[in-house]
């Protein structure tokens, strides 16, 4: 039988961006548990200012292949 976490990954990465996306938040939800509503009340605020800035082009937005590569060349 082959490892369950890899035909998982090899199955998820099948799917569409946004429902890779919404999976992902499920799962790392999932390890979180609860938190404090403070805490998550500042994670919201934060978002909320990020996403704010990405619509007002406050911020350059790169695309994650390019970040992805920038890191690796980084990493060496």
Same mark, same amino acid.
């Given at each position: ?17 946004? @429902? ?11 390890? /979180?548990? @609860? ?9 919201? /605020? ?6 704010? @800035?990405?619509?007002?082009?406050? &911020? /350059?937005? &790169?695309?994650? @292949?390019? #970040?992805?590569?920038? #890191? ?5």
């Amino acid at each position: 039988m082959p490892d369950s976490v890899s035909e998982l990954s090899r199955r998820a990465r099948e799917l569409g961006p946004e @429902d890779r996306a919404r999976l992902a938040e499920e799962l790392l939800a999932s390890l /979180e548990g @609860d938190l404090k509503p403070e805490v998550d009340a500042a994670w919201d /605020e934060a978002l909320r200012m990020r996403i704010a @800035d990405v619509e007002d082009e406050a &911020v /350059e937005r &790169v695309p994650a @292949d390019e #970040v992805f590569a920038r #890191v690796r060349r980084a990493l060496r």
